[in-house]
Structure formats: structure tokens, C-alpha cells
């Protein structure tokens, strides 16, 4: 298994390799450059733009400036940000706390209460509940996260004012559940559509195996129900559960943008819509080896887990 | 539970999506309280004196007088809460562009002058100026009180260090080409000379600029904000922009200091007890991150924000949302001149747009007044000419009211084409109202017989297009008439500016060059309204409406040059327009004066 893993370590780097060279042809090869994007359209620029040009190297030929930006990345340097000027290792990385505290609860939330939902689902196919939980599914995985985020603010912030409209604090609280409180919304609107696919997919699955013939035998046997459920039947149904949940790490990464921008929350998303704009190719750059390598390592850690759910997964 | 029938089922999915669809149907916006909304409580402003008149500043757009009540006794401590709409990324006054970051430095930093409220004037700030009476030089004599906000105090060698900054291509400074009025700013500039000959330093307290030629255009660069050479002066210019002076510990001589920056969340100050020219009444300022408007309608009904500061456009402008803010007993409106206007600009260097007869007839074809009642709410305001500085007082002698006849008549006389097809570039929509406003003037060409075709296009694109390749045919943008008419002008119409609209001419060049030389602002006040005549004129850009700032306040701010009115009308068209049109950079003003009510 060591060996296993040591190896898809490795071979994150070629693919990593491989990523970068598309994303920095393709920022580069989009209309626009980092200087015009500094030239506000309402009053224009006092810079001058083609010393600035010469200045950020952007006059070399594509391969020169990545070449230049690979040497400097292996040497651990991610450059510094075009329009701030700060180092781009710093800029991305005084959002991530913010980013990953906000995904790892909605994907906790999301699981478990989708889990939970599922089985339930599942064990009591076609009643009211089971009926209730499919439509309640159908709509959170339809309509679009900003609408519910819109009714959050509405419901929990300006009627009831129960929750905090916006930000991760209140500058200068020091209430201890002041954080939570702001976590509340974001995070609770964010894990919704995952929630809603994790319990969709956990019903099918476990529908799969309940009623296979080593269920029967398991209640046959006289085990206590729970035991037969959670023991037997969840555990056999949660491979494909394990997929989903991994795949749903890049999606809330992605889906983030929108809830970070409606609640304010200072994360990655944010960053990567105004560096876009910005056309900031180094903290794109950066950003996108992060995303690049969150997923792959959330690709392995779910292989990994398959292992061990799965006792007859071995990896050479 | 038991089994359900598929009648059952079928039921159960009506009204499940009927639900659904009712959901899906609620307005984005919350709907009116049905009763007040549970802010934080306000007294009623206080009623003891009888209501005040405020006269305009002279020269000034007539306002209606505002009969209110005056504001509270002044209060000292507490915390005052503006909400940003945009990120704070640094305050390197070398390279600030926007509101939030003035607003910022205002805040933090002193300047030698700054602008006077209503924007008629430079007045005092960290020194008293006196001028060479032909404007060929400018001693500025420093408060001898001011210090950092370290303890060091303010010398005239910090301020020639920053001028000296401000003219060193390392740093990107965008004011180069302003700052080149100083006598060997260009050259230094240029990199044939380590130092800025006009920039003089007599004694401690005492700086003289000496100018490249007689002029008058000098005090507007008053306003950048000192920095301490004791702490950058070891730094290369070209490292200045990343220190983490820029971004988190600024060490300025302001009303303020700097206590906290959190990214894309506040910026904490705290009052400077020191400043020369009195301690704040205010404790601190947070100044709050809100981008989004319909959370930032919901943090100001509450009463989490107290104004929305930076940009304006960070509040939902269209007019339910308006009306909602005034039904609120605990905010009041103040709507102001923008410096923004909604502009229709023309690439001279295409032969069809060359007559002016042309241009003209676009102008009259808008029916702006129609636009700006049924579409934009009724707070925007004609404009049809850059020239809206309060001081130039300039006014247009045609306004260009819409006459469909006469525009045809004119394109007519002028050989268009009535086939050809023109594209307008602009950047993307922002709202619904804007897509309307724009379908609008379609519209309207289309009845006078101009085809157009509009394009949206990515801001940095839209602006290699207008600014740097001039490959458009016809622009829709917003436009700013800049601090001062000599910097717009230099920017737009001269030869070696921008030179967007293609309008330039040697004829013109020498005129706009008149202005900033002219040695005294009457001098170049008559300029400019020549200039403004010519323009208005030539129509090479159409300048539309302007649609008004509007800062939606908490009755528990006092603001020194500002009365909020004891009862909200019902509509914003109904709030009167407050002051001059305030150029860039921000109104916010003299902000160690601001108070607030516990």
C-alpha cells in the first residue's frame, strides 16, 4: 500500500506539469493582458502601459515566460501578484483557511446529513418520507445555490436577524460563538446541492444491497436492525458514496464562489473571479496548481478508502 | 409509515410544485416590512434649534434648500461603521485607483491641501501654500504639530521623498505624467537625473516647488498622501509596492492609525490622540467588505453598517430598493453629483463620423429626459459636457434636447448612409436597468434611421479596443471628468494622451496646453469654458446624463457638511441633490469631525 501511494504521488507531478502548461497557454492566449486590465474603462490610466509591459516580462515569447515561471515555482517562488504587488504564495495563502474551513464543513454536513437521509430513504422506500426526501432533492439540486443564499439572508438575517448578514466575524467580538454564527449561513446554503446528491446516491445504493441474499442472512441470524443496517448494508453501499463525496470537492470549491461573494466570506473563490478580471496570471497560476492538486490528492484519498471499506481492494 | 398509492403520489406532486414554483417566483428582493424592522434603536435628530437653511457654496448648481433639523450635539467616542463594496488590495498612494483606497488614505494619511468640501478650492491640510503670484513656484510651510503616527514628525524631507516617489517610474506611479509640470520631473522621470530639480527643501518645515512653466494646475497634486522617509527612504522604489507597509501597518500622519487589515473582510483604524489639528471625535472607524447589494440593503437596514461609503454603485439602485431604504425611520438618503457620466463616444479616425452634423444628430436623437423618468428612477441628471467642474462654472449653450426631426434632418444634410450598420462597444451589463437603457438608445437611433449592433465586452478588452488598438466604431461606457479638466483633457483629447474619441489636433493640443499653463484659475477658467463651447460644439463625445451618488446614511452619523432631513421622502427623485459635483478622489471628508450617537 506504501508503494501504491508513493506512486501516485509521483505521478501527481507530470499531470501537475501537464496542467499548468494548458492553463498558462490558455490565460494567455485570451484577449486582454494584466496591463489593460489595470486600465479602468471609466477613467482610463496614467501608467504607461508598454514600460509596464517590457517591466512584468510580458513581451517574451509564451515558452521564455513559462519556462521563467517554472524555474522560479521549483524553486519555490510563485512570483508576486501583478495588481498588489504581494507575493502570490501569501495572497492565496490568507484565504485558505477561510476556503477550507467553509468547504470541510459543508462537505461534513452534506455527508453525513445526506447519509443519513439516504438510509433513511431507503428503508422506507415509497412511504411519505421517502416521497417528501425525492422532491425535497429534486428542488435543492435544481435551483441555484444564490437563490437560496437570498432566502437565507431574507428568513435568518433580516426577518428574524438570528444570524449575521455577512463576513466570517464581527470585528472586535468577542463573543465565542460570534465565528459559528457567521458559519451558519454559508455554510449551511453551500452544502445543500451536495447534500441532496450524497443522499440521492446513498438511497440507490443502498437499495442495491439491501436486498441481497447476505442481508437476509444477516437478519436471519437475529442481528439487531441498526447492526444490519450500518454494519452490513451501509457499509457495502459506500463506495459509491465514497465517489461522489470526492468528486463533490472541486464542485464546492468551484460552487463557492457565488456563496462567498453573497455572504462575503474571504476565500479562494473570490480571489479567482477578481484575478480573472485582473488578468493576475501569477496568483491564477497558483490558484490553479491548488485546485490542481486538491483534487488529486481527494482522488486518492478516495482510493484509498475504498481499501479500506472494501476489504477485497488490494493496490499493488 | 404506510405505503402510498399513486394517486397519493400524483397529489402530493401538484403541491409540492406548485410550492415550488411560488418559491421560485419570490422576488430576489425582500419584499416591504409589514412592520418596522428591528434595528438598532435611534433617537429622532434633535429638535431643539429651529431648522437650518444650508446655503450653496458660490458658484455652485442650485439646490433645493433643506429645511431640516441640525444635526445632534457633537458626540465624542464611539465607532463608526462605513461599508465598502469593493476589496481594499493596498494603500500605495503611488498606484491607488479607487475610492475605497482614498478613502483609506484620507483617512491615515495627510496631504499638503486637500479639497475642499464642496470642491471648489484646495484648502489647508499639513501646510499653508503661498504661490509665486505668475504660479512658477509653490512654498508650502508644514504644520509644525504634524508627526507620524510613530512619534517622528513631519518634515519637508518626507514630502520631497514622496513627490520624488511619485515621479519614479519604479514605482508605477500613475502620476507621472501629472507630476512633469515640476521642473525636472521629466527628466528624472526619464532616468537622466537622480534627483527632482524643482523640488526644494529650505528648512525643516519649509518645501518649495519650483514649475516647469508658469501654472496654476500644481495645487491639485497637493492632495497625495505624505509618506515617512524614515521608514521607506532605504527601500528600491521598485520594492515600495510590496512591503507590508502597503498592505497592513501603514505608518501615516492622519486623523487615524492603522490597527487591522482583513482581507475581504474590514480595515480597522483607530484614533490617532496626537493630530495636529485636534484628537477625532470618533474612537475608530471599521470600515466593512459588502460586494453584494442585496446584502449590503439587509446590513444597513439593520443597522451593521452605518453608510455605504465606496463605491455607491454597492447598494441596489433600482427604485423599489430606493423606496425601501426611505421607508426605514432609522436611515436617511443623501444623493450627490457624480463625476460619473453615461457617455456615447465616436472613433473620429472612421471618415462617416468625421461631420459633426453626424454627431450631432446622435445627440439630439436620445430622448434623455424620458430615459432617466421611466427607466433610471428620475435620479440621474442631463449633462452635455465634460467641463462639470464646480469652479470652471461652465455652462453648455446647446443642450441638445431631443428632436427626432432635426437629427434626421442633419443626417440627411450629412450624406449617412442609411444602410450602414454601426457596432457599439461596451462593457457588460450590470442590471436590468442598464439592458433597458441601452435597448432604449437602440431604439432610438434605430428611429432616426443609424442601425447599430452592440457588443459586450470584458472590461481589459473593451479597453485595449478603445484606449491602446482605437479599432472601435462607436462606445457606450461611463466616464469620469476627472479632479481637474486639465487632466481629462490631457488624457482624452491631447495627441500624445489616450486620445480615445481621435479628436486631437495640433489646434486643440495648444489649446488644452493654454489651460495648464494658464497661471491663475481664472486664467484657466476662461479656457475651459472656450474649451467647453468647442466640445459642446463638435460633440466628438456625447456626454448623456450623470446618474446621481446615493449614500443611504444611519440617522446616528453627524456628518460636519452634511443635515439629514428630519422626515424621508418617499421616492429618491423626491431627495434633493446635496453639494457640487465631487471629483475624484473621494468626498470623504476631514473624517476626524464625524461623530455618532451611542
Same mark, same amino acid.
Given at each position: 500500500?506504501?508503494?501504491?501511494?508513493?506512486?501516485?504521488?509521483?505521478?501527481?507531478?507530470?499531470?501537475?506539469? !501537464?496542467?499548468?502548461?494548458?492553463?498558462?497557454?490558455?490565460?494567455?492566449?485570451?484577449?486582454?493582458?494584466?496591463?489593460?486590465?489595470?486600465?479602468? @474603462?471609466?477613467?482610463?490610466?496614467? +501608467?504607461?502601459?508598454?514600460?509596464?509591459?517590457?517591466?512584468?516580462?510580458?513581451?517574451?515569447?509564451?515558452?521564455?515566460?513559462?519556462?521563467?515561471?517554472?524555474?522560479?515555482?521549483?524553486?519555490?517562488?510563485?512570483?508576486?501578484?501583478?495588481?498588489?504587488?504581494? %507575493?502570490?504564495?501569501?495572497?492565496?495563502?490568507?484565504?485558505?483557511?477561510?476556503?477550507?474551513?467553509?468547504?470541510?464543513?459543508?462537505?461534513?454536513?452534506?455527508?453525513?446529513?445526506?447519509?443519513?437521509?439516504?438510509?433513511?430513504?431507503?428503508?422506507?422506500?415509497?412511504?411519505?418520507?421517502?416521497?417528501?426526501?425525492?422532491?425535497?432533492?429534486?428542488?435543492?439540486?435544481?435551483? %441555484?445555490?444564490?437563490?437560496?443564499?437570498?432566502? !437565507?439572508?431574507?428568513?435568518?438575517?433580516?426577518?428574524?436577524?438570528?444570524?449575521?448578514?455577512?463576513? /466570517?466575524?464581527?470585528?472586535?467580538?468577542?463573543?465565542?460563538?460570534?465565528? @459559528?454564527?457567521?458559519? /451558519?449561513?454559508?455554510?449551511?446554503?453551500?452544502?445543500?446541492?451536495?447534500?441532496?446528491?450524497?443522499?440521492?446516491?446513498?438511497?440507490?445504493?443502498?437499495? &442495491?444491497?439491501?436486498?441481497?441474499?447476505?442481508?437476509?442472512?444477516?437478519?436471519?441470524?437475529?442481528? @439487531?436492525?441498526?447492526?444490519?443496517?450500518?454494519?452490513?448494508?451501509?457499509?457495502?453501499?459506500? +463506495?459509491?458514496? /465514497?465517489?461522489?463525496?470526492?468528486?463533490?470537492?472541486?464542485?464546492?470549491?468551484?460552487?463557492?464562489?457565488?456563496?462567498?461573494?453573497?455572504?462575503?466570506?474571504?476565500?479562494?473563490?473570490?480571489?479567482?473571479?477578481?484575478?480573472?478580471?485582473?488578468?493576475?496570471?501569477?496568483?491564477?497560476?497558483?490558484?490553479?496548481?491548488?485546485?490542481?492538486?486538491?483534487?488529486?490528492?481527494?482522488?486518492?484519498?478516495? &482510493?484509498?478508502?475504498?481499501?479500506?471499506?472494501?476489504?477485497?481492494?488490494?493496490?499493488? | 409509515?404506510?405505503?402510498?398509492?399513486?394517486?397519493?403520489?400524483?397529489?402530493?406532486?401538484?403541491?409540492?410544485?406548485?410550492?415550488?414554483?411560488?418559491?421560485?417566483?419570490?422576488?430576489?428582493?425582500?419584499?416591504?416590512? *409589514?412592520?418596522?424592522?428591528?434595528?438598532?434603536?435611534?433617537?429622532?435628530?434633535?429638535?431643539?434649534?429651529?431648522?437650518?437653511?444650508?446655503?450653496?457654496?458660490?458658484?455652485?448648481?442650485? *439646490?433645493?434648500?433643506?429645511?431640516?433639523?441640525?444635526?445632534?450635539?457633537?458626540?465624542?467616542?464611539?465607532?463608526?461603521?462605513?461599508?465598502?463594496?469593493?476589496?481594499?488590495?493596498?494603500?500605495?498612494?503611488?498606484?491607488?485607483?479607487?475610492?475605497?483606497?482614498?478613502?483609506?488614505?484620507?483617512?491615515?494619511?495627510?496631504?499638503?491641501?486637500?479639497?475642499?468640501?464642496?470642491?471648489?478650492?484646495?484648502?489647508?491640510?499639513?501646510?499653508?501654500?503661498?504661490?509665486?503670484?505668475?504660479?512658477?513656484?509653490?512654498?508650502?510651510?508644514?504644520?509644525?504639530?504634524?508627526?507620524?503616527?510613530?512619534?517622528?514628525?513631519?518634515?519637508?524631507? $518626507?514630502?520631497?521623498?514622496?513627490?520624488?516617489?511619485?515621479?519614479?517610474?519604479?514605482?508605477?506611479?500613475?502620476?507621472?505624467?501629472?507630476?512633469?509640470?515640476?521642473?525636472?520631473?521629466?527628466?528624472?522621470?526619464?532616468?537622466?537625473?537622480?534627483?527632482?530639480?524643482?523640488?526644494?527643501?529650505?528648512?525643516?518645515?519649509?518645501?518649495?516647488?519650483?514649475?516647469?512653466?508658469?501654472?496654476?494646475?500644481?495645487?491639485?497634486?497637493?492632495?497625495?498622501?505624505?509618506?515617512?522617509?524614515?521608514?521607506?527612504?532605504?527601500?528600491?522604489?521598485? $520594492?515600495?509596492?510590496?512591503?507590508?507597509?502597503?498592505?497592513?501597518?501603514?505608518?501615516?500622519?492622519?486623523?487615524?492609525?492603522?490597527?487591522?487589515?482583513? *482581507?475581504?473582510?474590514?480595515?480597522?483604524?483607530?484614533?490617532?490622540?496626537?493630530?495636529?489639528?485636534?484628537?477625532?471625535?470618533?474612537?475608530?472607524?471599521?470600515?466593512?467588505?459588502?460586494?453584494?447589494?442585496?446584502?449590503?440593503?439587509?446590513?444597513?437596514?439593520?443597522?451593521?453598517?452605518?453608510?455605504?461609503?465606496?463605491?455607491?454603485?454597492?447598494?441596489?439602485?433600482?427604485?423599489?430598493?430606493?423606496?425601501? #431604504?426611505?421607508?426605514?425611520?432609522?436611515? #436617511?438618503?443623501?444623493?450627490?453629483?457624480?463625476?460619473?457620466?453615461?457617455?456615447?463616444?465616436?472613433?473620429?479616425?472612421?471618415?462617416?463620423?468625421?461631420?459633426?452634423?453626424?454627431?450631432?444628430?446622435?445627440?439630439?436623437?436620445?430622448?434623455?429626459?424620458?430615459?432617466? $423618468?421611466?427607466?433610471?428612477?428620475?435620479?440621474?441628471?442631463?449633462?452635455?459636457?465634460?467641463?462639470?467642474?464646480?469652479?470652471?462654472?461652465?455652462?453648455?449653450?446647446?443642450?441638445?434636447?431631443?428632436?427626432?426631426?432635426?437629427?434626421?434632418?442633419?443626417?440627411?444634410?450629412?450624406?449617412?448612409?442609411?444602410?450602414?450598420?454601426?457596432?457599439?462597444?461596451?462593457?457588460?451589463?450590470?442590471?436590468?436597468?442598464?439592458?433597458?437603457?441601452?435597448?432604449?438608445?437602440?431604439?432610438?437611433?434605430?428611429?432616426?434611421?443609424?442601425?447599430?449592433?452592440?457588443?459586450?465586452?470584458?472590461?481589459?478588452?473593451?479597453?485595449?479596443?478603445?484606449?491602446?488598438?482605437?479599432?472601435?466604431?462607436?462606445?457606450?461606457?461611463?466616464?469620469?471628468?476627472?479632479?481637474?479638466?486639465?487632466?481629462?483633457?490631457?488624457?482624452?483629447?491631447?495627441?500624445?494622451?489616450?486620445?480615445?474619441?481621435?479628436?486631437?489636433?495640433?489646434?486643440?493640443?495648444?489649446?488644452?496646453?493654454?489651460?495648464?499653463?494658464?497661471?491663475?484659475? $481664472?486664467?484657466?477658467?476662461?479656457?475651459?469654458?472656450?474649451?467647453?463651447?468647442?466640445?459642446?460644439?463638435?460633440?466628438?463625445?456625447?456626454?448623456?446624463?450623470?446618474?446621481?451618488?446615493?449614500?443611504?446614511?444611519?440617522?446616528?452619523?453627524?456628518?460636519?457638511?452634511?443635515?439629514?432631513?428630519?422626515?424621508?421622502?418617499?421616492?429618491?427623485?423626491?431627495?434633493?441633490? *446635496?453639494?457640487?459635483?465631487?471629483?475624484?478622489?473621494?468626498?470623504?471628508?476631514?473624517?476626524?469631525?464625524?461623530?455618532?450617537?451611542?
Amino acid at each position: 500500500m506504501s508503494l501504491y501511494v508513493i506512486r501516485r504521488i509521483l505521478l501527481t507531478l507530470p499531470m501537475l506539469l !501537464g496542467i499548468s502548461i494548458i492553463a498558462f497557454t490558455f490565460m494567455n492566449l485570451a484577449p486582454g493582458d494584466p496591463v489593460t486590465a489595470m486600465i479602468d @474603462p471609466q477613467q482610463g490610466t496614467g +501608467l504607461d502601459t508598454e514600460a509596464l509591459r517590457e517591466r512584468l516580462g510580458l513581451k517574451q515569447p509564451l515558452p521564455i515566460r513559462y519556462a521563467t515561471w517554472l524555474g522560479e515555482v521549483v524553486r519555490g517562488n510563485f512570483g508576486f501578484s501583478y495588481t498588489t504587488g504581494q %507575493p502570490v504564495v501569501r495572497r492565496i495563502g490568507e484565504r485558505i483557511p477561510a476556503t477550507v474551513e467553509l468547504m470541510t464543513v459543508a462537505l461534513v454536513i452534506s455527508t453525513v446529513l445526506g447519509c443519513a437521509l439516504g438510509i433513511g430513504s431507503a428503508l422506507h422506500r415509497y412511504s411519505a418520507w421517502d416521497y417528501g426526501l425525492t422532491i425535497v432533492s429534486m428542488f435543492w439540486l435544481s435551483v %441555484p445555490a444564490y437563490f437560496f443564499a437570498l432566502i !437565507g439572508l431574507y428568513i435568518f438575517a433580516l426577518k428574524l436577524q438570528w444570524l449575521p448578514t455577512f463576513g /466570517i466575524a464581527t470585528p472586535g467580538a468577542d463573543n465565542p460563538l460570534d465565528h @459559528p454564527l457567521h458559519l /451558519i449561513l454559508p455554510a449551511g446554503v453551500l452544502s445543500l446541492e451536495a447534500l441532496a446528491a450524497t443522499a440521492r446516491y446513498t438511497r440507490s445504493s443502498m437499495l &442495491d444491497v439491501l436486498y441481497q441474499d447476505f442481508m437476509t442472512t444477516a437478519r436471519a441470524k437475529g442481528l @439487531p436492525a441498526r447492526l444490519v443496517t450500518m454494519r452490513h448494508a451501509f457499509r457495502n453501499a459506500l +463506495l459509491p458514496v /465514497i465517489t461522489v463525496v470526492s468528486l463533490r470537492v472541486p464542485v464546492l470549491l468551484g460552487g463557492a464562489v457565488v456563496i462567498e461573494s453573497m455572504f462575503q466570506w474571504p476565500g479562494m473563490g473570490t480571489l479567482a473571479i477578481l484575478s480573472i478580471q485582473q488578468r493576475d496570471y501569477p496568483v491564477l497560476m497558483g490558484l490553479t496548481l491548488m485546485t490542481a492538486s486538491l483534487v488529486l490528492v481527494s482522488n486518492l484519498v478516495a &482510493d484509498l478508502l475504498y481499501a479500506y471499506v472494501d476489504p477485497r481492494i488490494r493496490y499493488a | 409509515m404506510d405505503k402510498l398509492t399513486r394517486r397519493n403520489l400524483l397529489e402530493l406532486s401538484l403541491v409540492g410544485g406548485g410550492a415550488a414554483l411560488l418559491a421560485a417566483c419570490t422576488s430576489a428582493t425582500p419584499a416591504a416590512p *409589514t412592520s418596522a424592522p428591528a434595528a438598532k434603536p435611534t433617537t429622532a435628530p434633535a429638535a431643539a434649534a429651529a431648522p437650518t437653511t444650508s446655503a450653496p457654496p458660490p458658484g455652485a448648481p442650485a *439646490t433645493a434648500a433643506s429645511t431640516t433639523a441640525p444635526p445632534a450635539a457633537s458626540a465624542t467616542g464611539g465607532s463608526l461603521t462605513p461599508l465598502w463594496g469593493a476589496t481594499f488590495a493596498h494603500t500605495n498612494p503611488f498606484t491607488s485607483v479607487s475610492n475605497v483606497q482614498w478613502q483609506y488614505q484620507a483617512s491615515v494619511f495627510s496631504s499638503l491641501l486637500t479639497p475642499s468640501a464642496d470642491k471648489t478650492k484646495m484648502e489647508s491640510e499639513l501646510a499653508e501654500v503661498t504661490s509665486a503670484p505668475d504660479g512658477s513656484s509653490y512654498t508650502f510651510k508644514l504644520n509644525p504639530k504634524a508627526k507620524f503616527h510613530d512619534g517622528q514628525p513631519v518634515t519637508a524631507d $518626507d514630502v520631497a521623498y514622496t513627490y520624488t516617489m511619485a515621479l519614479n517610474k519604479d514605482t508605477k506611479s500613475n502620476r507621472l505624467s501629472r507630476l512633469s509640470i515640476i521642473k525636472g520631473g521629466g527628466d528624472y522621470s526619464a532616468g537622466k537625473t537622480d534627483s527632482v530639480a524643482g523640488i526644494v527643501v529650505i528648512d525643516p518645515q519649509t518645501i518649495r516647488f519650483d514649475m516647469e512653466f508658469p501654472t496654476a494646475l500644481f495645487l491639485v497634486e497637493t492632495d497625495l498622501a505624505i509618506l515617512p522617509k524614515h521608514i521607506l527612504g532605504g527601500v528600491a522604489p521598485a $520594492d515600495l509596492e510590496k512591503q507590508p507597509f502597503m498592505f497592513d501597518s501603514p505608518v501615516g500622519s492622519g486623523p487615524f492609525k492603522a490597527v487591522k487589515n482583513l *482581507t475581504d473582510q474590514s480595515s480597522e483604524l483607530a484614533a490617532n490622540a496626537d493630530f495636529y489639528r485636534g484628537k477625532p471625535k470618533l474612537d475608530k472607524i471599521v470600515f466593512r467588505i459588502v460586494k453584494q447589494a442585496d446584502a449590503a440593503q439587509i446590513a444597513l437596514e439593520r443597522g451593521e453598517v452605518d453608510f455605504n461609503a465606496a463605491p455607491s454603485g454597492s447598494i441596489n439602485l433600482a427604485p423599489d430598493a430606493l423606496s425601501r #431604504f426611505l421607508a426605514q425611520p432609522n436611515l #436617511f438618503m443623501v444623493k450627490m453629483p457624480n463625476p460619473v457620466s453615461q457617455t456615447l463616444g465616436f472613433n473620429l479616425r472612421t471618415d462617416y463620423w468625421q461631420d459633426k452634423r453626424v454627431r450631432q444628430a446622435m445627440a439630439y436623437a436620445i430622448d434623455r429626459r424620458k430615459i432617466i $423618468d421611466s427607466l433610471l428612477g428620475g435620479i440621474a441628471e442631463i449633462v452635455n459636457s465634460p467641463m462639470r467642474h464646480p469652479w470652471v462654472a461652465y455652462k453648455p449653450k446647446n443642450d441638445y434636447t431631443y428632436d427626432p426631426g432635426k437629427a434626421k434632418q442633419l443626417l440627411t444634410e450629412a450624406g449617412w448612409d442609411f444602410n450602414r450598420q454601426v457596432t457599439v462597444s461596451s462593457i457588460p451589463s450590470t442590471s436590468e436597468t442598464d439592458r433597458a437603457t441601452r435597448a432604449a438608445i437602440q431604439a432610438q437611433l434605430e428611429s432616426i434611421g443609424v442601425k447599430t449592433t452592440w457588443e459586450e465586452l470584458e472590461a481589459s478588452v473593451w479597453a485595449k479596443k478603445f484606449y491602446e488598438d482605437h479599432t472601435h466604431e462607436m462606445v457606450y461606457i461611463p466616464a469620469t471628468n476627472f479632479i481637474d479638466p486639465a487632466l481629462f483633457l490631457d488624457f482624452h483629447y491631447k495627441s500624445d494622451g489616450r486620445n480615445g474619441p481621435g479628436y486631437a489636433t495640433a489646434d486643440f493640443d495648444a489649446l488644452i496646453e493654454k489651460g495648464r499653463r494658464a497661471p491663475s484659475q $481664472d486664467a484657466r477658467r476662461a479656457v475651459y469654458q472656450s474649451i467647453g463651447d468647442q466640445l459642446n460644439e463638435d460633440q466628438p463625445w456625447i456626454w448623456l446624463w450623470s446618474l446621481a451618488d446615493i449614500y443611504v446614511f444611519n440617522r446616528r452619523v453627524g456628518i460636519p457638511f452634511i443635515t439629514a432631513p428630519s422626515a424621508n421622502p418617499k421616492t429618491a427623485a423626491d431627495v434633493p441633490l *446635496t453639494g457640487n459635483v465631487q471629483a475624484l478622489p473621494t468626498w470623504f471628508f476631514r473624517p476626524e469631525e464625524w461623530t455618532v450617537k451611542a
